[in-house]
């Protein structure tokens, strides 16, 4: 007889299914088999044991002696290889670790502590790291597992969901305006108290696309920081251009000009395509992915 140390069990579950179906055709049927692999399996069995397991007549499979002898054996052995299949895919699904997102400082400090606390009651176990950056974090270099940005990535091996669009509105605190009157026009905000970017020209190519030239020197303050920016606003600096959501969180601080037309920013939530499998990084990315695009598009 050979080693036992040597046995193949895996085909013991072959041998259970023929065992309990009566014949080797029915075996395959409850694994979902073909029925020369489990012929295959029971012999390759049989030539480790030393001895015949079963007799094959015009009824099927009459199991010998030496079968029924390890027959409860065998299903012991099943039963324990299932329980323990079962308890590490539940561990592989239940186990914890740390993801790191990144996202930019407004997403960061406006949107995301809100849904990383309600992630951290529903998934104890998991850690995050909380990257704030407005440059692109590198995911094929693996500085972070998920990513919240406002560009699609190009890189094939980055996979990117929508998430929404960001609407943009122009806004002021009521204090500012009881102060300064309430602009009627587009071409009002040219008269008042704007907030504005320093190096970045985005909003003075909005002024562009409108048909109104300006600098930046007729920004009355100017700032790159996107957190620092939308505090301006809310302490009524004077009038800025704020993401929508935000709205919600400065009470005192209200939209303008309904008519005018500011393009919005699009969400992408991205992750690298070789870890967007693992289950900790996943749990992460469902959680974004679905409490995220309410919150951007709030008051829209």
């Not at 895996?10 to 979902?32: E, I, K, N, T, Y």
């Not at 704030?132 to 560009?151: F, H, K, Q, T």
């Not at 505090?231 to 008519?259: C, H, K, M, S, T």
Request: charged fraction near 20%; hydrophobic fraction near 50%.
């Amino acid at each position: 007889m050979a080693d036992p140390a040597r046995y193949d069990w895996s085909l013991l579950r072959s041998f259970v299914a023929v065992l309990d179906a009566g014949s080797v055709m029915g075996g395959a049927r409850r694994l979902g088999a073909l029925q020369p692999t489990v012929s295959r399996h029971i012999a390759e069995l049989e030539a480790q044991l030393g001895t015949p397991l079963f007799e094959r007549t015009g009824r099927g499979a009459v199991p010998t002696a030496a079968a029924l002898a390890i027959a409860d054996a065998a299903r012991e052995v099943q039963a324990a290889a299932e329980q323990l299949s079962h308890r590490l895919a539940l561990r592989s699904v239940a186990r914890g670790g740390s993801v790191r997102v990144s996202a930019s400082h407004v997403v960061a400090t406006w949107l995301l502590p809100g849904v990383i606390a309600a992630l951290q009651r529903d998934e104890a176990d998991i850690q995050i790291e909380l990257v704030a950056s407005d440059g692109l974090s590198n995911l094929l270099r693996r500085e972070a597992d998920i990513a919240v940005r406002m560009v699609r990535p190009r890189q094939a091996t980055l996979v990117a969901r929508k998430l929404g669009d960001v609407p943009l509105v122009a806004a002021a605190h009521r204090s500012y305006l009881r102060r300064a009157g309430t602009p009627k026009r587009p071409e009002d905000l040219l008269a008042h108290r704007l907030i504005g970017f320093d190096r970045d020209d985005g909003i003075v190519r909005g002024f562009a696309a409108m048909g109104h030239a300006m600098t930046r020197e007729q920004f009355a303050v100017r700032t790159d920081d996107q957190v620092t920016y939308g505090r301006l606003v809310a302490e009524g600096a004077g009038i800025g251009f704020i993401a929508r959501y935000q709205l919600a969180l400065w009470p005192d601080v209200v939209p303008l000009l309904p008519a005018l037309k500011v393009p919005s920013l699009p969400c992408w939530l991205v992750v690298h395509r070789e870890i967007r499998g693992n289950p900790v990084v996943r749990r992460v990315y469902d959680a974004l992915a679905q409490a995220l695009p309410p919150l951007l598009a709030a008051g829209a």
